[in-house]
């Protein structure tokens, strides 16, 4: 792994947690940047603002469930995004599964309080990345795109790529729910409510087209 990579976000802590993380969870996050990088080339976004999002999604992944929970809320009433708010609404919802989301709302805390990120664009990626939601911007979509469908996920394929490289945003998401929703079903695990939901409002509106 090149080092330099850890330090390209200016001014923020973001690199020095990602040096405290695991191995595996830098080398899964260094590859949602590049992905998601790519993808903002592509779809006419600020490529640095994806690799930000990707680099910065997990950094609370592996902090104290407490601390996840507190920031998180902390940071939502701070933002007073809509959309932030009510994701932390919603895995308060159900605290046990989604005590496995909150790291993306509290990482979205942490980079308001702690690094003094102001692009909601990016913070409302960050914190929206775990589970689909309907209303969720361009960044916010790559985002969750670049997550799933990253190449070191074991699940991923040659189809996935060719996805990645190919198909227009919408599609991409929808893809990509559909891919995860797959794996979860297949492997016996739950699915964030949110997902399913649009999920199958998506999957309505492409049958009625
Ligand atoms: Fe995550
Ligand atoms: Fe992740």
Request: proline share 5%; net charge positive; hydrophobic share 25%.
């Given at each position: 792994m090149d080092y330099m990579d850890l330090i390209e976000i200016p001014g923020t802590q973001v690199d020095r947690l990602l040096v405290t993380m695991s191995p595996h969870r830098r080398e899964h996050s260094l590859s949602v940047a590049n992905v998601a990088e790519q993808l903002c080339a592509r779809f006419g976004i600020e490529a640095s603002r994806g690799r930000y999002a990707g680099l910065a999604h997990?950094?609370?992944?592996?902090?104290?469930l407490a601390e996840q929970w507190s920031l998180a809320r902390e940071g939502a009433r701070e933002i007073g995004d809509p959309l932030i708010s009510r994701t932390v609404r919603e895995f308060e919802l159900g605290e046990a599964f989604g005590g496995k989301m909150i790291h993306g709302p509290a990482a979205a805390g942490y980079l308001y309080i702690?690094?003094?990120?102001?692009d909601i664009g990016i913070l409302e990626a960050v914190a929206l990345h775990s589970s689909a939601f309907p209303d969720m911007k361009p960044l916010s979509k790559i985002t969750y795109v670049a997550d799933k469908?990253?190449?070191?996920?074991?699940?991923?394929?040659p189809a996935d790529a060719e996805a990645l490289a190919t198909l227009e945003l919408d599609e991409l998401f929808f893809f990509a729910m559909e891919h995860v929703i797959g794996y979860l079903t297949e492997k016996g695990y739950r699915i964030a409510q949110s997902t399913l939901d649009l999920y199958n409002s998506l999957k309505v509106e492409k049958a009625s087209k």
């Open positions: 997990d950094v609370m992944k592996e902090r104290g702690g690094c003094g990120l102001r469908l990253e190449p070191r996920r074991s699940y991923v394929g």
